[in-house]
């Protein structure tokens, strides 16, 4: 059975950090590219980050450029998000994603997808 397991997000005042994690079963995780995905209340799903199988190669939002990171373990099936400076417009519903083949940075391109896990920042 397929599986991406988000860790639990959380409340977090703005200007802190928190680390987020999908742990991957059911498929050859160190073959797919991974990638983040948000969605804040009243508005769509955006991309967030991506990180190809060989962690060689990520992307960015512009808006999470400099403050957010993406990383993988693939001994570990998992992925991360870091992020640090959040801001108050980061709360979302954060999804992992893994991809196989298509486009990195659309909701279609992805095969699999996590349940979501709810990240709050206060001011």
């Known amino acids: 059975q397929v599986q991406l397991v988000e860790s639990e997000g959380g409340l977090v005042q703005a200007g802190g950090s928190l680390r987020l994690s999908c742990a991957a079963s059911g498929f050859t995780f160190s073959r797919y590219s991974m990638g983040w995905f948000r969605q804040a209340p009243g508005k769509e799903r955006e991309f967030v980050a991506t990180?190809?199988?060989?962690?060689?190669?990520?992307y960015y939002a512009d808006s999470v450029k400099g403050r957010f990171t993406i990383s993988r373990d693939n001994a570990k099936n998992t992925v991360y998000l870091q992020m640090n400076s959040l801001k108050p417009e980061d709360t979302a519903v954060y999804y992992c994603?893994?991809?196989?083949?298509?486009?990195?940075?659309?909701?279609?391109?992805?095969?699999?997808w996590g349940q979501g896990t709810q990240v709050t920042v206060s001011s």
């Open positions: 994603a893994a991809r196989w083949r298509g486009d990195a940075y659309a909701i279609s391109g992805y095969n699999y």
């Open positions: 990180i190809n199988w060989s962690a060689g190669t990520t």
